[in-house]
């Protein structure tokens, strides 16, 4: 089966088609880092596109650090999501709540994007990254303050993958990798316990199935709300954005938290 589907595809669709089957490939670890992918003919046979689509496919990941080629070698899985040595340095000039907000607008905005562009294989892939990551053994809670992959929920990773957005893929990556920089080390925590990271997944993946992107940024805002946060020097909670009562109680008339 190819990736174009049964009606002809633009070619801007085959690019961006390609590109998430190869993301996916590896986002999933169907890819593992440091192991060798298929060879171009073998891609072309696979994903059903002409050369030059694979290529650019390739040299797309390749500039986002996820896949390397070796002349002679063959071309190999670097990183499981995409890396920006300049965006990394870009993100010193700005301060650890400037950067949470940021991600939290760059989450948000992928879940909208995802109810529009996700396709059957994106659904399935975020129901079986959500049953994973069961009990929080995958996901940041655990290592947020660690020197280990944190902040690399694979859900997470899969849903801006099915936003079908190369530069939000890029730019979450790039904050993620910043959240994990030694300055901000003992600073981060997860509020949310493992039941309620299960409840925030498996309403994000009811919203985008369906494709109501209404209920999907609400859900994420609430998710995104507990989870990483800022902690004070006395180890307090720094809330992400500061609400009055009245704000608190019209969002929890939503019946996001149910």
Known sequence: MTITGAKMATGSERARSSLSYLRRKITTGEWAVGSRIPIEPELVEQM?????????????LANMGMLETLPGRGTFVRSATPSSALLNEFLNAFTLEEILSYRRALEIEAAQQATIHRTEEDIQAMIVAAEEEKGCSLCPIATANSATNAFESKFHLLMFDAAKNRLLSALYAGINEQLRTPQHRGRLVNMASAQEMEKYH?????????????DAVH??????????????EEQQIVPTLARSDEQQQRIDDLGIDD
Do not use: W
């Open 48 to 60: 059903g596109v002409g050369r030059s689509t694979v290529r650019e496919a390739v040299r797309s």
């Open 202 to 214: 498996a309403k994000l993946i009811d919203a985008i199935q369906r494709q109501d992107f209404i």
């Open 219 to 232: 859900v994420m805002a609430a998710h995104v709300d507990h989870d990483v946060v800022m902690v004070s």
